[in-house]
């Protein structure tokens, strides 16, 4: 996997026009935008555009809107809030094909450090295709390509992939670089101790994920809904809990291939049961906590349980690397997040690098209050889980290489 790719450090953009993608996905509510941290995460790269004295054009998508104009899903509202972040107008180019006659003229008319945004690059029904022409009308627009948008790095689109293809300099962002040194680094390049954590819902989420680590790691932790498929595939009576017989097979095979590369592969040796899932989610419940090995036939497991906790938090004590992905109960229900609180606490508490592997780990660690005690968090979540399988992102492969 090339990771050593050129940055928006090693150009200077002065008088360039640049085009820059950024990952603007941002929850909106009523036309206002409900969380900025999107916004405020793309400000270093494009200040650093600025002050190089490059013309800026920023692109981004939004939502669904699968190649038609939606004025619900229009960037307006990203261009107000970041005029208001960057204390300079960020131009608004309403234009339904994005790169139409507005767009064209908004950019000719640009002074260098001017910005302007381009309306959601998912207007065009290429977009999600890498289809040639929007590609083109893309690169027309630019003499220097800049991809930040860690989200969609892994698809192949013509705002990130198409138009870095069209032009000679294509470099990553801030945000980019620092996935890359982070969570590419950890996982090719860690420092040992390396213990990784998942967790979350469903094994066939994170086949080839349990499969990458296992190799790379010392030792893998495994909670949430789908340590009961691991538990199951022990020979451990599960109960009513969250389980997929169609993988118990591969579940055996990943406890033999750790046996066999001499790795630790943690399961929950205690679990936090109740009679059934919480409803509504945060709803108060009955629980109690039983060793994993005596889960009740109409009882489900929904949390690691005390000992567990404790288990997976010493784990962490020793590691000089830690990532962790997917939740290790239903955190959303206050009595139900004890295990991943535990494990975020131990994350907190630790001098290691830790890296949060974007999704519901990170919903989870910023809803406690941990995110700043984090070495990284990552911004996307399909992105991360591929870049911890292993797999080379088509949006970081088409910057240029060092």
Same mark, same amino acid.
């Given at each position: 996997m090339g990771l050593n790719k050129k940055s928006v450090d090693d150009i200077n953009v002065k008088g360039l026009r640049v085009l820059c993608r950024c990952d603007f996905n941002v929850p909106l509510k009523d036309g206002v935008i409900t969380d900025t941290n999107r916004l405020t995460a793309a400000l270093p790269t494009i200040k650093k555009l600025i002050a190089d004295g490059g013309k800026v054009i920023l692109c981004s998508h939004l939502g669904k809107p699968k190649g038609e104009p939606k004025p619900e899903l229009s960037l307006a509202p990203v261009a107000a809030k970041l005029t208001e972040l960057l204390g300079q107008e960020v131009k608004f180019a309403a234009d339904n094909e994005v790169v139409g006659s507005h767009a064209r003229a908004a950019v000719e008319a640009m002074k260098d450090g001017d910005v302007? *945004? *381009?309306?959601? !690059?998912?207007?065009?029904?290429?977009? !999600? /295709?890498?289809?040639?022409?929007?590609?083109?009308?893309?690169?027309?627009?630019?003499?220097?390509?800049?991809?930040?948008?860690?989200? !969609?790095?892994?698809?192949?689109?013509?705002?990130?992939v198409g138009v870095a293809k069209l032009k000679d300099v294509a470099v990553v962002g801030y945000l980019m670089q620092k996935e890359i040194n982070f969570l590419g680094n950890a996982v090719e390049n860690p420092e040992r101790p390396f213990v990784a954590i998942l967790g979350g819902a469903k094994v066939a989420d994170k086949l080839n994920v349990i499969s990458n680590l296992l190799e790379k790691c010392d030792t893998l932790i495994i909670g949430g809904g789908m340590a009961y498929t691991f538990l199951k595939a022990k020979g451990c009576e599960v109960g009513t809990s969250l389980v997929d017989d169609t993988k118990l097979d591969y579940c055996k095979e990943m406890i033999e291939k750790a046996g066999k590369l001499g790795k630790k592969l943690l399961l929950p040796v205690d679990t936090t049961i109740a009679a059934a899932f919480p409803s509504p989610i945060d709803a108060p419940i009955e629980t109690e906590?039983?060793?994993?090995?005596?889960?009740?036939?109409?009882?489900?497991? *929904?949390?690691?349980? !005390? /000992?567990?906790?404790?288990?997976?938090?010493?784990?962490?004590?020793?590691?000089?690397?830690?990532?962790?992905?997917?939740?290790?109960?239903?955190?959303?229900?206050?009595? *139900?997040?004890?295990?991943?609180?535990?494990?975020?606490?131990?994350?907190?508490?630790t001098d290691a690098t830790t890296i949060i592997g974007g999704g519901d780990s990170a919903a989870a660690v910023n809803q406690m209050g941990f995110g700043d005690k984090m070495s990284h968090i990552s911004t996307g979540g399909g992105a991360s889980l591929e870049f911890l399988e292993g797999k080379e992102l088509p949006g970081v492969a088409a910057a240029n290489d060092k």
């Open positions: 302007v *945004l *381009l309306e959601n !690059t998912r207007y065009r029904k290429e977009e !999600t /295709k890498n289809g040639e022409e929007f590609s083109k009308d893309l690169a027309s627009l630019c003499d220097v390509f800049v991809n930040d948008a860690f989200g !969609t790095a892994h698809r192949a689109h013509c705002s990130n906590v039983v060793a994993s090995d005596a889960i009740p036939a109409d009882k489900m497991g *929904l949390d690691i349980g !005390t /000992k567990t906790a404790e288990l997976y938090a010493d784990a962490v004590k020793s590691a000089k690397t830690v990532v962790w992905n997917g939740p290790m109960g239903v955190f959303e229900n206050p009595i *139900l997040a004890k295990g991943t609180l535990a494990v975020a606490q131990a994350l907190a508490d």
